[in-house]
């Protein structure tokens, strides 16, 4: 079996559209598929995906099988989007830092 990850999990919009339809309310398969004009066997491949990349788990409740939202997966792309929220930061205040002193050369002249 193929090793996945949180980032495979959310490059796919159907996927990224599954998580946002579960956050708040879980629901089962067949009311997913409803949301979606795929086939449920497509459906249901991304719901495996996510699964398997630990962002959606199945809770059985009766004879329904209802997915639910786990978060904290997510947390490893935040994390990794902070890397280059802090990089980009620091270059930008250096370039502000730059053009202050040429608006400051520009206006002693």
Known sequence: ????DVFQAIADPTRRDIINLIAVNPLNLNAIADNFDVSR???S???KILIECGLINI???GRERYCEVQAEPLNQVSDWIAQFHKLWSERFDRLDD???KMESNTNKS
């Open 45 to 47: 491949q991304h719901i």
């Open 1 to 4: 079996m193929m090793r996945r």
């Open 41 to 43: 066997p497509a459906i």
């Open 59 to 61: 809770k059985k409740k």
């Open 98 to 100: 730059i053009l202050k």
